[in-house]
T-cell receptor, first 108, second 114 residues
Framework: KNEVEQSPQNLTAQEGEFITINCSYS?????LHWLQQHPGGGIVSLFM???GKKKHGRLIATINIQEKHSSLHITASHPRDSAVYIC??????????FGPGTRLSVLP | GAGVSQSPSNKVTEKGKDVELRCDPI?????LYWYRQSLGQGLEFLIY????????KSGLPSDRFSAERTGGSVSTLTIQRTQQEDSAVYLC????????????FGPGTRLTVL
């Protein structure tokens, strides 16, 4: 069964803190996506990874294919980073499976 | 337009009625995806289209759901004989090609079945 897990489920941080959200999956994939969903519901794609590491501004995403694990890091967190972060894996032309999401609140 | 558009933005219907939800992807994107998100729940993959290939319908929740994509562009998700459990936000996304590209999401259609 293709499963995607995320941890933590909820996370509260103080502004400026370094944040890590983890994603693990059960079988081989062709790509992994990190998505951001703001309280209003809109979804934005942050990263698509098939190997290695990507960086965009204060966000960094890494993936370890052998360990079937990915992390999303936020440096110098800010209240506007408050959102639900969702990991999604794409299985070789078949379908997407989504993690349950991590709800992040960054306090000023 | 510059992004993925969906219509209607909101739809309220009575149980048993049929509804059609429309998605207009970014021009030139060959892959189009449908998802749904029930209240307080995570995202659920429904179906995707890659070019003119026949889609895999196994992700659709029941045979009341169907989807088509005409001319490789606009897609319609149809729900027949709606049930209250169909109430959700239905999201569409497109990418230049399937799976391996950044997804561009539409704003969604909020469906409420009374």
């Amino acid at each position: 069964k293709n499963e995607v897990e995320q941890s933590p489920q909820n996370l509260t941080a103080q502004e400026g803190e370094f944040i890590t959200i983890n994603c693990s999956y059960s079988v081989g994939i062709s790509a992994l996506h990190w998505l951001q969903q703001h309280p209003g519901g809109g979804i934005v794609s942050l990263f698509m990874l098939s190997s290695g590491k990507k960086k965009h501004g204060r966000l960094i995403a890494t993936i370890n294919i052998q360990e079937k694990h990915s992390s999303l890091h936020i440096t110098a967190s800010h209240p506007r980073d408050s959102a639900v972060y969702i990991c999604a894996v794409w299985y070789y032309g078949q379908n997407f499976v989504f993690g349950p999401g991590t709800r992040l609140s960054v306090l000023p | 337009g510059a992004g993925v558009s969906q219509s209607p933005s909101n739809k309220v219907t009575e149980k048993g009625k049929d509804v059609e939800l429309r998605c207009d992807p970014i021009s030139g994107h060959t892959a189009l995806y449908w998802y749904r998100q029930s209240l307080g729940q995570g995202l659920e993959f429904l179906i995707y289209f890659q070019g003119n290939s026949a889609p895999d319908k196994s992700g659709l929740p029941s045979d009341r759901f169907s989807a088509e994509r005409t001319g490789g562009s606009v897609s319609t998700l149809t729900i027949q004989r709606t049930q209250q459990e169909d109430s959700a936000v239905y999201l569409c996304a497109s990418t230049p090609r399937a799976g391996g590209d950044t997804q561009y999401f539409g704003p969604g259609t909020r469906l409420t079945v009374l």
